[in-house]
């Protein structure tokens, strides 16, 4: 589900019925825009971190002179991994670049990676190229520029770029996860990637001259993304979890529902992915971690 909404959150566009700043015709462009934003921002969970990967490659191939043994499930479940043996038959110490997939091969982690990288290569250029051609030739183009828009739309879509961010990285960082990189790297290469994928887009709209880059904006991509890294440092997992859910928003006003329709469209994907009105926001914290020695389920959340 989670991964699912991250495209929810790509919309710039004022979606507060109350609170609107813009003509109709002006509105529904923007709202435009939040779609087109979903479809490169699942791509662009597969990019930025491709310039590790020569560094990563550099510290494989040091430990190439290591020979990792397989081993049972049954060893495996009660954490009795063997430490990897060189040529000579001595074990050594493990290096960290293994240290959350200590099963696999250096090749497998070589393969690993490699697929990765063409997903982030493929990905993002498609979806740089496919955003332009879809949006961003079709409106005129200024000098690079600023906007702030911290007081509109009721802020609703800042928590929207909050969880995109959150959304994001997570994704990424267990894509990085597989890789069979070590764990710092996974968190801080995943887990800022969806500020990154983010700010990559405002940098777009800063050129445009119906838009701007937004500091606003830019805030919450750090905020989300800094949420999962500061969780997986300290915990080594999310405890405090951000999520989101949808409901169609009607109104006892038929003008109200007439204009709603008119704005984000009568079908249920076209509702979901561009009406703000009906979007929840929560944090949801996990208590068991917080109690390790009380009864409390595992899988009650607050």
């Known amino acids: 589900m989670q991964l699912t909404a991250i495209f929810v959150c790509m919309n710039r566009a004022g979606h507060q019925l109350s609170h609107s700043i813009f003509s109709q015709s002006e509105r529904v462009r923007c709202l435009n825009m939040g779609s087109m934003k979903f479809i490169i921002g699942f791509f662009l969970v597969f990019f930025i971190t491709t310039n590790c990967f020569s560094q990563h490659s550099k510290q494989v191939s040091k430990d190439s002179l290591l020979i990792f043994k397989p081993i049972n499930v049954t060893d495996a479940l009660a954490g009795r991994i063997p430490a990897p043996v060189d040529k000579s038959g001595l074990q050594v110490a493990l290096p960290n670049t293994y240290a959350d997939t200590n099963v696999l091969s250096k090749a497998d982690v070589d393969r690993r990676i490699r697929i990765v990288a063409t997903a982030n290569i493929v990905g993002y250029s498609a979806a740089m190229v496919g955003l332009y051609h879809a949006w961003y030739k079709d ?114 006003d038929p003008m109200l529902n007439r204009r709603s329709t008119e704005l984000f469209g009568s079908s249920e994907p076209e509702r979901f992915l561009k009406d703000y009105n009906g979007q929840t926001y929560w944090l949801s914290t996990t208590l068991k971690p917080f109690f390790p020695n009380s009864n409390i389920p595992a899988w009650l959340q607050v």
């Open 139 to 252: 409106y005129p183009q200024s000098k690079f520029h600023f906007y702030n828009d911290i007081k509109e739309w009721k802020q609703m879509d800042k928590l929207g770029h909050v969880y995109s961010a959150y959304a994001e990285s997570k994704a990424s960082m267990e894509l990085w996860r597989w890789t069979g990189i070590s764990r710092k790297k996974r968190i801080w290469l995943g887990g800022m990637s969806g500020a990154m994928y983010q700010t990559a887009i405002e940098i777009l709209d800063g050129f445009s001259s119906e838009w701007g880059f937004s500091w606003g904006d830019f805030a919450a991509n750090v905020t989300g993304s800094g949420m999962l890294v500061a969780q997986e440092l300290a915990w080594d997992e999310q405890r405090v979890q951000m999520k989101w859910s949808f409901h169609r928003k009607t109104y006892n």
